[in-house]
């Protein structure tokens, strides 16, 4: 057992190598089946040494022993375990926050995984318990966004685009979020931009499809032309994710902007109820700014995706969304994908 001591010292070689897990995280993993490679850092060499070796089994007095160098910051599991780090802390992924060693684009991967993991169960499962986390990791991601908005690049980056229900939901997050810090950015300088409605705008976009959720899977999987009473059913889908919203107690202007106007256009050619700009509210727009930008960069069984630059361009030049945004849209696209100018939509 190791005792009670100053602070450790770990060479940043070390760190650069190796994440310290926490307590919380030690508590995530199987208690006796640790997922991954465990190593130790010997003080007195100041070397990493390994502790554990994944497919083992933990006897009990070395599960006490463990929680014990833990807690004194003495264990570390390897970066080259990325991948199943990841996959691990993304099933709890408030220990994102806690975890100071986890660099920006780590960080991202992980919100990445976590947020289509909770996102497709929830798609898959639409009832409330399944809703809560989802929930509660959307609010893990605005509370880091919150602090720092330009944090949301690393997460644009790593947009998926293979066209799936949660893939595109994550998308519209990430860009509507990115969106509506552009559109109020002198009020988030100002400080007057509340978290509540930043959290809000963030559960919108996510369930913006929500109604997609109750459309036949054979519909949207479809790779022929929809018949009128296919199309039909998908024509719906604004206003089944709205009537689904009071089961969630989501009952905000925010969200059901989101849910229900995100295909209706400024002049009126939209569905489901063919609203003018003005009866529009900014949630509404930025989601359907979004939710067409990401529908545009992904690659979906009727449609060719076009690069981000594109996708962007073409919409600064429709008039059927608000100028403003598509205009906010383009500038922020280009200054993120500049590098990617004209080149098919690649994961980065
Ligand atoms: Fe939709
Ligand atoms: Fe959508």
Request: aromatic share 10%; glycine share 4%.
């Amino acid at each position: 057992m190791v005792g009670k001591k100053a602070k450790l010292e770990v060479p940043d070689l070390v760190n650069e190598e190796y994440y310290q897990i926490n307590t919380e995280i030690l508590d995530s993993f199987p208690k006796y089946h640790p997922p991954l490679n465990l190593f130790f850092f010997k003080e007195d060499v100041s070397r990493i040494a390994p502790w554990f070796t994944m497919g083992g089994r933990l006897r009990p007095d070395q599960v006490e022993e463990l929680a014990q160098m833990v807690k004194d910051g003495l264990i570390f599991v390897s970066r080259v375990d990325h991948a199943v780090y990841v996959k691990h802390i993304s099933y709890q992924l408030d220990l994102v926050l806690l975890d100071k060693h986890l660099m920006e684009g780590e960080i991202a991967d992980i919100f990445m995984e976590a947020l289509t993991m909770r996102v497709k169960d929830f798609f898959d499962q639409p009832v409330k318990v399944v809703f809560d986390k989802l929930q509660a990791d959307v609010l893990v991601l605005t509370e880091y966004l919150f602090s720092d908005l330009f944090r949301i690049k690393s997460l644009l980056r790593r947009m998926n685009i293979e066209h799936t229900l949660a893939n595109h939901a994550v998308n519209t997050t990430l860009v509507g979020l990115a969106l509506y810090a552009q559109a109020r950015a002198e009020d988030f300088q100002r400080g007057q931009v509340k978290r509540k409605y930043y959290d809000l705008i963030a559960m919108g976009l996510m369930l913006h499809d929500l109604g997609m959720s109750k459309v036949p899977t054979f519909i949207l999987d479809k790779n022929k032309p929809l018949t009128p009473d296919e199309n039909q059913k998908i024509i719906q889908h604004p206003k089944l994710g709205f009537a689904a919203l009071a089961k969630l107690d989501l009952k905000y202007p925010e969200v059901e902007e989101c849910v229900l106007d995100h295909h209706e256009r400024m002049n009126g050619t939209g569905y489901p109820q063919k609203k003018q700009g003005k009866e529009l509210g900014l949630s509404g727009k930025i989601c359907a700014v979004a939710d067409s930008f990401c529908a545009m960069i992904s690659i979906r069984t009727y449609a060719s995706a076009v690069s981000k630059i594109q996708a962007a361009t073409s919409l600064a030049d429709d008039k059927r969304y608000d100028a403003r945004l598509t205009k906010l849209l383009q500038a922020l696209i280009v200054t993120y994908f500049k590098d990617e100018t004209d080149k098919a939509p690649a994961k980065s």
